[in-house]
């Protein structure tokens, strides 16, 4: 999160609402989930690490004085760099295989039973996410974004499938 808010202030300097609206923007439906003290938390460690800056902004007569942020020499920096960054995200299912490799081995639970709960999960998060996709509302940028988590959701599903397969012919 806060290499999106510092990206987002490299533009301009904003005040937290502001950033948070961006935030959303950006990320469609999926930003609906955002907390909006989130942004402020953020904005409070960039600043003790050094990466932003705030000035106080008065108000207008109908609105409250604000705090407005923008990036330091580091901050751009550090936007840079992770720009030029590639990773790509660590797979979530790595913690599942180790749950059902535990549970079948410690025979604390069915693996078979945790895939199907695994599988269920994973289907009604695809349900979701393609439910977003439909939304014409979709900023097409965002629709990207969700197309990208289906797919990998997708993959998971499968993945779910193979351990259903070796599971059962482990039981069986």
Known sequence: MQDVVLA???????????????????????????????????????AKAGLVESTHDEGLPDRPDRRVYDLTPAGRERVAAWLTEVTWPKPDITEFHLKLVAAGAARLADPVDLVDAQRREVMRRIREAQR?????????????????????????????????????????
């Open 132 to 172: 977003a996709a439909l939304d014409r509302a979709v900023d097409p940028i965002a629709g990207l974004l969700l197309e990208g988590v289906v797919l990998r959701l997708r993959a998971d599903l499968e993945w779910l499938e193979a351990c259903e397969r070796m599971w059962t012919g482990r039981t069986a």
């Open 8 to 46: 987002m202030l490299a533009k301009e300097p904003a005040h937290g609402y502001e950033l948070r609206a961006r935030v959303r923007d950006a990320l469609g439906p999926l930003g609906e989930a955002m907390n909006a003290g989130q942004i402020y938390v953020t904005l409070t460690r960039l």
